[in-house]
């Protein structure tokens, strides 16, 4: 029991003596708090743009997105495979969420607008095929 005791009084030591030293390490604003002010400068939105597109034996994949930096985003991403079956999804994230508008053809799919995503399938229940369309970016 006294071990215990001894282990627990040790452990309990070495726990403030960390809380200690990561006190010292914490930088502290005009209030008291740790915090950058640069870091808020850092993480404010700026404008950006990326994307790729890849294609092989399997079929073709994109992702585009660019950002105006005043917090809207917008971009689109999809694929196409060796079947010809294919979903593109563009979307747009700003001060009312996020939204976004899908098109594909895949089996089973129907149209619909679940939350904000708004679904237009190309799928047709009658036929055990894939209605065809420009599968285009």
């Known amino acids: ?14 726990l403030l003596l960390a809380s200690l030293i ?3 390490y914490a930088e502290e604003d005009d209030y008291g708090f740790g915090f950058d002010s640069q870091e808020e400068e850092d993480s404010k939105a700026k404008p950006y743009h990326f994307g790729y597109e890849i294609e092989d ?20 991403y999809g694929f196409v495979d060796d079947h010809g079956v ?3 999804v ?9 939204r ?12 619909k607008n679940p939350a ?16 065809g369309q420009d599968n285009h970016y």
Not at 90 to 98: L, R
């Open 1 to 14: 029991m006294t071990i215990c005791l001894l282990i627990e009084n040790f452990l309990q030591q070495i």
């Open 22 to 24: 990561t006190l010292g």
């Open 57 to 76: 034996v399997n079929g073709k994949q994109h992702r585009h997105e660019h950002s105006d930096g005043d917090g809207t985003i917008r971009g689109s």
């Open 86 to 88: 294919h979903r593109e």
């Open 90 to 98: 563009h979307y747009v994230a700003d001060e009312f969420g996020f």
């Open 100 to 111: 976004a508008h899908v098109v594909t053809n895949e089996k089973g799919t129907k149209n």
């Open 116 to 131: 904000d995503v708004h679904l237009h399938s190309l799928y047709s229940p009658h036929k055990d095929v894939y209605i």
